[in-house]
Structure formats: C-alpha cells, structure tokens
C-alpha cells in the first residue's frame, strides 16, 4: 500500500502520454493514488499487441525522496509488435510521465513530481 512505501505521501498522481512515431499514438492516462491505494508502479504498454511494460518503481522513489519532489521524463517500450510476414520489430513507444505527489505538513497545495 502506498501508506507503507511512501507514509508521508497523501497523495501521488501519475500522468501517462504516449508518442508513437508509427501509428497512432494511444490516449493519455491519469492515475491518482492515495494512501489505501496500491504501490504498484508497473504499467502495461497500452498498444494491445505488444507485451512490453514500464516500470517507475526507483522513478517514483526517486522522485519522492528528492528534494524537489519533482521528475520528469520519458521511457522507451521494449517490447515487441508483429511486423511483416508474422516477424516481430521493436515497439518503440515513448511514454512521457509527469508525477505529482503531496506530501503530508506541507504547506504547498501540491508538490509536481515528473
């Protein structure tokens, strides 16, 4: 739970957007966590026909324990979709993330994470 990785953090908000140089680029993802919540930080590639996944595990410990309170940043899929004649090419999407976090006695409404 995120009360246990994170016991100062109130709230965690993750952005998720997408760049895909060769189709089209999947819809952007909104995540906000609170305390109760999981701390899983493991998303999937949305593009359905490929398994490839991003881990922002250390990202967001980082970015929790910074200073700042703030990352920002991109990632690469390494995962792989079909290509031609049933061969296989890397997916390449980007994931560009922001992260906000609001930790507890801080007197800022909100601290930007990403």
Do not use: N, W
């Not at 016991?7 to 305390?35: C, G, K, M, N, W």
């Amino acid at each position: 739970m995120l009360r246990i990785a994170f016991p100062q953090v109130e709230q965690l908000r993750i952005e998720l957007s997408f760049l895909d140089a060769s189709s089209i680029s999947p819809a952007p993802q909104v995540h906000t966590l609170y305390p109760p919540a999981r701390a899983f930080f493991t998303y999937r590639c949305p593009h359905s026909d490929c398994g490839g996944e991003f881990d922002m595990a250390d990202i967001v410990r980082t970015a929790v324990s910074d200073g700042t309170h703030e990352a920002r940043g991109s990632l690469l899929c390494t995962g792989a979709r079909p290509g031609e004649k049933g061969s296989k090419r890397a997916c390449e999407l980007r994931l560009v993330y922001a992260i906000s976090a609001h930790l507890s006695g801080d007197c800022r409404s909100r601290i930007a994470v990403g």
